[in-house]
């Protein structure tokens, strides 16, 4: 028989035990997400934040790989100071920052226009065929893509220059041409002013097909109403397209742009193979910032050095992105109405 | 439950187990698996508690991956391949066994060994870091049926650079060109003509040898050659070239004994009995490529790892076989009186080229890599040399230039 004392305690043990429990399960569900998204969280922390967390740490240091990670060498700010006084670091800025603006502009140039003919003038599987040809050059391999136009570059075999000698023979236009037999053989890739040029033609030829798909997308979503109100007001198929469209599509535009930004400032396939990967091209006028970084770090086999020109990198990309969010944020992202 | 506790446990073993005593992996490129494919069994049959498996990757990714397993300490291979570029930066930096002690006892073979790949295959401290299992003595290939058209033979060719700057004006008026690439010219002077004890770009002591009258030779005779539009300015390793060896519009090649079986095999197999060697010219002997063996300090199974190192280095059954599997020339002495070397080769119209190549093989001179090769290199010979050749940069300025950035880096 228990006394009143007694059972007062056991309710109070019921009640710990009950309260502990509440806990218990309060924690549980505090840490169920947690563990549903550990396994992105470990994949996160193992390929994302330790290498982000390591370049840093190795930018400070002087490290031949091969030597092994016990000889690293802490140099405190050398590697950036010896980078950002190197003549070739500062060639890659103003080669990647050139190609970064050249084939930046004409992609969103082109692909505007054509997406918005492909959803006003074809339909349906027609529509699809044509946005899906544009879009093959993108999903083709880079590195194929470039050793292509590497023939097609060729001085005295390729089909660009045999074409050029083709239309200087033909009767109207060829007055047009008439310069080439005497420039020929022109070498596209080994003159140090041709080379940025023909580098910017795979990555405009390669990268605008992906943007007709955004705008095309975006075209899709001007809703047909407002076409109809302004054909009521009396605008014109350019007015439609100027007044209408156009300002309808802002968050698509903003966001190919951001794309265009971050992408091109990295450029790396392109002028690599374009270059046969010799450093950087005649002059390194194919000199990415990219490539030097590869440059460095595997081929110079100074890793602290490269690990540097990454970060440098990564602070020019970040300062571009945020000078395009600055100017064109607000409208771009402001929704689409 | 348990089951599966186990399975996972049998699969951790797996994945973690030591590897069995004896059991060696050989990391390197094409070609060399065809030629292991063809030793491993015969190795095996004399030597069958050693299990040898191998890993092949093309030539830049092997030694991309070789760079990450020395920096993380683990992945390599018991025996690597190292190709003769990159093993100045690689020998020196700690990561492979040091050969000449006492456990191995590497010096012991030198005397077999041709002296210019021995020597490479030393760190800078005197030591023996990789021991050089093939070679590629330079030699120049030239087109028979162009060499006629023009008249006179190829001793007149190689004289000296002005004879064969005048083979080439002659060559002009046909149409043909005399060299792909007036680059190579330039290269193949700057590599072979290295005063003794010199390194390729700096002196003993470290100091810049850029702007030295041996490079400013170099460039000017490429530029001569450029300049006169001799050259087809042909990037090596590409369609063009290749066409320029099937068609016989390019009537000469500087290169590596080994090219002689990338003619004959795949890049213009039509043009059998068409081809000759000679010596370089102006009687200069210098190398194209080659490779070495090393033991990382991370392999497993050292001891083995090095018989086996001997056996494709050091015996002459290996070696021979080396050249009858994949071409690969060999560079132990003793091979040089096989049959094998007086055979005549079809391919250049019945010459017993093997006999030049191992002559030259014994007349390259020694020069040891040393720290900054590789960026002087691309500084020098591809950055400098094509803008004086491509944009017309001025030779001492463009020498100059490349001077200060390799100085930047290399300390």
Request: glycine share 8%; with cysteine.
């Amino acid at each position: 028989m228990s006394t009143a004392l007694d059972q007062l305690n056991n309710a109070e043990d019921v009640a710990i035990v009950r309260t502990s429990n509440r806990k218990w399960r309060a924690r549980k569900k505090q840490f169920m997400p947690w563990l549903f998204i550990s396994p992105y969280l470990a994949l996160f922390l193992l390929f994302t934040l330790f290498p982000l967390l390591f370049t840093v740490y190795l930018s400070f240091h002087a490290w031949n790989p091969v030597a092994g990670l016990a000889n690293m060498e802490f140099v405190g700010f050398n590697n950036y100071a010896q980078e950002l006084t190197s003549p070739w670091f500062w060639k890659a800025v103003y080669n990647t920052v050139w190609l970064a603006v050249t084939t930046g502009i004409p992609q969103h140039v082109i692909a505007i226009p054509i997406a918005y003919l492909l959803v006003t003038a074809f339909k349906g599987t027609l529509r699809h065929f044509y946005t899906a040809t544009m879009f093959v050059p993108f999903i083709t391999s880079t590195v194929a893509v470039s050793l292509i136009f590497y023939s097609i570059y060729s001085g005295n075999t390729g089909i660009l220059n045999q074409w050029l000698l083709a239309l200087s023979g033909v009767p109207v236009i060829g007055a047009l041409f008439a310069w080439v037999p005497d420039a020929m053989p022109i070498r596209w890739l080994s003159k140090s002013d041709l080379i940025k040029p023909s580098i910017a033609f795979v990555v405009i030829w390669k990268y605008t097909g992906f943007n007709i798909v955004i705008y095309s997308a975006g075209f899709l979503t001007v809703s047909k109403d407002l076409y109809d109100a302004a054909k009521v007001d009396g605008c014109n198929a350019w007015q439609q397209f100027w007044h209408v469209a156009l300002p309808m599509i802002r968050p698509f535009i903003f966001f190919a742009l951001t794309l265009t930004i971050i992408g091109n400032l990295q450029l790396f396939e392109e002028p690599f193979v374009l270059t046969s990967g010799d450093s950087g091209g005649v002059a390194q006028s194919g000199l990415t910032i990219s490539y030097y970084l590869y440059l460095i770090g595997w081929e110079w086999l100074e890793m602290g050095a490269a690990a540097a020109v990454s970060l440098l990198l990564f602070i020019i990309i970040a300062a571009a992105t945020s000078l395009h969010f600055y100017f064109n944020g607000k409208k771009g992202l402001e929704g689409n109405r | 439950m348990k089951k599966i506790l186990l399975a996972a446990a049998a699969s951790v073993a797996l994945l973690t187990a030591p590897a069995m005593a004896g059991d060696i992996r050989f990391d390197g490129f094409p070609d060399f698996n065809s030629h292991l494919d063809k030793l491993i069994p015969s190795y095996a049959a004399k030597h069958p508690d050693t299990k040898i498996t191998y890993q092949m990757n093309d030539h830049g990714d092997h030694h991309k991956k070789l760079t990450t397993n020395l920096a993380t300490g683990s992945g390599a291979g018991d025996v690597v391949v190292v190709d003769v570029s990159f093993i100045g930066s690689f020998i020196n930096a700690g990561g492979f066994e040091n050969l000449s002690g006492s456990e191995y006892g590497a010096d012991a073979l030198e005397a077999g060994f041709v002296g210019y790949a021995w020597n490479q295959g030393k760190g800078s401290d005197g030591n023996q870091y990789g021991i050089p299992i093939d070679i590629g003595p330079g030699v120049m290939y030239y087109r028979r049926d162009v060499l006629e058209s023009v008249g006179g033979g190829i001793d007149g060719v190689i004289t000296d650079w002005d004879s064969y700057i005048e083979y080439g004006k002659k060559l002009k008026e046909k149409k043909v060109f005399l060299i792909a690439d007036a680059a190579d010219v330039a290269k193949t002077i700057v590599l072979t003509t290295v005063k003794n004890g010199d390194g390729y770009y700096f002196d003993k002591d470290g100091n810049s040898l850029i702007t030295s009258e041996r490079f400013v030779k170099a460039f000017e005779i490429a530029k001569r050659i450029r300049d006169e539009g001799l050259d087809g300015q042909i990037g090596a390793w590409t369609n063009e070239w290749y066409d320029g060896f099937k068609k016989g519009t390019v009537a000469t090649q500087l290169s590596g004994a080994w090219l002689l079986g990338h003619l004959q095999n795949w890049m213009a197999p039509d043009t059998k009995g068409k081809w000759g060697v000679s010596n370089l010219p102006n009687g200069i002997f210098g190398s194209w490529g080659g490779s070495f063996l090393a033991i990382p300090k991370q392999a497993k199974n050292k001891k083995e790892a090095w018989e086996f190192i001997k056996y494709l280095t050091s015996t002459e059954e290996a070696q021979v076989a080396g050249l009858k599997n994949i071409g690969a020339f060999p560079v132990l002495k003793a091979t040089y009186t096989d049959a094998a070397f007086d055979e005549p080769l079809e391919f250049l119209a019945g010459q017993k080229a093997r006999q030049l190549f191992a002559q030259v093989a014994q007349k390259v001179p020694a020069v040891a890599p040393r720290k900054g090769d590789l960026i002087a290199e691309d500084v020098v010979l591809n950055g400098a040399l094509a803008e004086v050749l491509n944009d017309g940069k001025d030779i001492m300025a463009a020498l100059k230039d490349a001077e200060a950035l390799v100085k930047r880096r290399v300390k």
